[in-house]
């Protein structure tokens, strides 16, 4: 197992602790979620730097990287929408996509072809490390609500365009392959 493939399975351990954190009631919760939340973030732009830099790119990372990210920020979300910091539907628009787009990798890599992280999906992944910042920060600073809210937006906008370019990509390599 190489760094890289190790900073993207850290990060998804640091799932449960960034939705636990999030959620208990606790003093300083918020703030600590909020801290372990930027560290897993961290871990994505160092694995993959890491991994290019060090020609350590592996199927398994180019597989696993995405479903760290995807539980990452589903998991925040799902946080957000139990905070009542956010509309469920949104969410649910931003996960399904996720899910989509999983299903997709899934099959493409069943007939031997990987489709790895698109601009636009790096893109939205980066919107949405920034809503969720901005609407963590609104619980304290009431303030960024609107600008959380705005980004959110984009991020739902990005996930929807994301997701019919995974599509379009998709079904043009699964039909121009014999099955």
């Given at each position: 197992m190489n760094l890289p493939n190790t900073l993207t399975l850290l990060r998804i351990f640091l799932v449960p602790l960034v939705v636990v954190l999030l959620l208990t009631r606790t003093h300083g919760g918020l703030?600590?979620?909020?801290?372990?939340?930027a560290l897993a973030v961290s871990t994505d732009y160092l694995d993959g730097y890491l991994a290019r830099r060090r020609n350590q790119v592996t199927k398994l990372g180019i597989l696993l990287d995405p479903i760290a990210d995807k539980l990452l920020t589903a998991a925040a979300f799902i946080a957000l929408v139990e905070m009542k910091a956010v509309p469920a539907w949104m969410v649910m628009i931003i996960i399904g996509r996720d899910m989509v787009v999983t299903g997709l990798r899934n099959i493409a890599a069943s007939r031997e072809f990987l489709m790895p992280a698109s601009w636009l999906g790096k893109g939205k992944m980066v919107i949405q490390v920034i809503a969720i910042f901005l609407l963590l920060s609104a619980q304290r600073w009431p303030i960024?609500?609107?600008?959380?809210?705005?980004?959110?937006?984009?991020?739902?906008?990005?996930?929807?365009?994301?997701?019919?370019d995974y599509i379009r990509t998709f079904w043009r390599r699964a039909t121009s392959r014999p099955s």
């Amino acid at each position: 197992m190489n760094l890289p493939n190790t900073l993207t399975l850290l990060r998804i351990f640091l799932v449960p602790l960034v939705v636990v954190l999030l959620l208990t009631r606790t003093h300083g919760g918020l703030l600590l979620g909020t801290v372990v939340f930027a560290l897993a973030v961290s871990t994505d732009y160092l694995d993959g730097y890491l991994a290019r830099r060090r020609n350590q790119v592996t199927k398994l990372g180019i597989l696993l990287d995405p479903i760290a990210d995807k539980l990452l920020t589903a998991a925040a979300f799902i946080a957000l929408v139990e905070m009542k910091a956010v509309p469920a539907w949104m969410v649910m628009i931003i996960i399904g996509r996720d899910m989509v787009v999983t299903g997709l990798r899934n099959i493409a890599a069943s007939r031997e072809f990987l489709m790895p992280a698109s601009w636009l999906g790096k893109g939205k992944m980066v919107i949405q490390v920034i809503a969720i910042f901005l609407l963590l920060s609104a619980q304290r600073w009431p303030i960024l609500r609107l600008p959380g809210i705005v980004v959110l937006w984009l991020a739902v906008v990005v996930a929807v365009v994301s997701a019919m370019d995974y599509i379009r990509t998709f079904w043009r390599r699964a039909t121009s392959r014999p099955s």
